[in-house]
C-alpha cells in the first residue's frame, strides 16, 4: 500500500525555537495533505490542509502564524512550529489520499512527538 | 457540521470475549466510514471501512456495517486477543479531497 514517512520521529527542543516537521509521500503523488494534531488520551484534531502550489487552509483557532505549513512538491508538505513553547508539545500527523482525485482512503505517516521544554 | 462520536473508554475484556465498540455519526451527504486503529507507540492504521449504506467492512476479524437509518458504524470482533490492544478510532469522510473527521477514540485492553 501507499506509504507516508514523517521526520523526525521524536525531537525536543527548548521554548523559543522552530521545529520543522517534513511530510512525504513516498510512492504516490499528494496535491493535499492533512496536519493533525493530537493530544495524549485524545482523538485528532486537524490542524490545517495543505495545499501543493497555494496557500494552507487552516482551521478555526490555528494560528497560522505560528503553524506553518508549506506544500513545495508533489510528494512533500512540512509544517514548521515557530517559537514553540511548552503547550505547543504535542503528536503531530500528516496524511494524504493518493492522487489528483483524492479519494477515500487516506494514508497517515508514522507521526512525530514533539516535547518543548 | 460533521461529527462521530464513539462509547467512551476504556473498555478491559478478556482473551476470547466478545467486543462492541459503538460508532454513531452526524453528516452532511453520504460520507465513507472508518475505524482506525492505533497501537502503543505506533501511527494510525486503517482496519476497515464502507463506503456506502448496509456496506460491511471486515479485517482481522473485526467487522462494522454502515447503517443509514441508525446513522451508526459499530465495530465487532466476536473473539479479542491480547494483541488486539490499542485505540481505536472510528472516523468519517465526504467525497474529494475532504479530511477525516474522528471519534474521541476508545482504548482496548485484553488481558489473557
Known amino acids: 500500500g501507499a506509504v507516508v514517512s514523517q521526520h523526525p520521529s521524536r525531537v525536543i527542543c527548548k521554548s523559543g525555537t522552530s521545529v520543522k516537521i517534513e511530510c512525504r509521500s513516498l510512492?504516490?503523488?499528494?496535491?493535499?495533505m492533512f496536519w493533525y494534531r493530537q493530544f495524549p488520551k485524545q482523538s485528532l484534531m486537524l490542524m490545517a490542509t495543505s495545499n501543493e502550489g497555494s496557500k494552507a487552509t487552516y482551521e478555526q483557532g490555528v494560528e497560522k502564524d505560528k503553524f506553518l505549513i508549506n506544500h513545495a512538491s508533489l510528494t512533500l508538505s512540512t509544517l514548521t512550529v515557530t517559537s514553540a513553547h511548552p503547550e505547543d508539545s504535542s503528536f503531530y500527523i500528516c496524511?494524504?489520499?493518493?492522487?489528483?482525485?483524492?479519494?477515500?482512503?487516506?494514508?497517515f505517516g508514522p507521526g512525530t512527538r514533539l516535547t518543548v521544554l | 457540521g460533521n461529527s462521530v462520536t464513539q462509547m467512551e473508554g476504556p473498555v478491559t475484556l478478556s482473551e476470547e470475549a466478545f467486543l462492541t465498540i459503538n460508532c454513531t455519526y452526524t453528516a452532511t451527504g453520504y460520507p465513507s466510514l472508518f475505524w482506525y486503529v492505533q497501537y502503543p507507540g505506533e501511527g494510525l492504521q486503517l482496519l476497515l471501512k464502507a463506503t456506502k449504506a448496509d456496506d460491511k467492512g471486515s479485517n482481522k476479524g473485526f467487522e462494522a456495517t454502515y447503517r443509514k437509518e441508525t446513522t451508526s458504524f459499530h465495530l465487532e470482533k466476536g473473539s479479542v486477543q491480547v494483541s488486539d490492544s490499542a485505540v481505536y478510532f472510528c472516523a468519517l469522510k465526504n467525497s474529494g479531497n475532504t479530511p477525516l473527521v474522528f471519534g474521541k477514540g476508545t482504548r482496548l485492553s485484553v488481558i489473557a
Open positions: 510512492d504516490f503523488q499528494a496535491t493535499t
Open positions: 496524511s494524504a489520499p493518493p492522487g489528483a482525485g483524492g479519494g477515500d482512503t487516506q494514508y
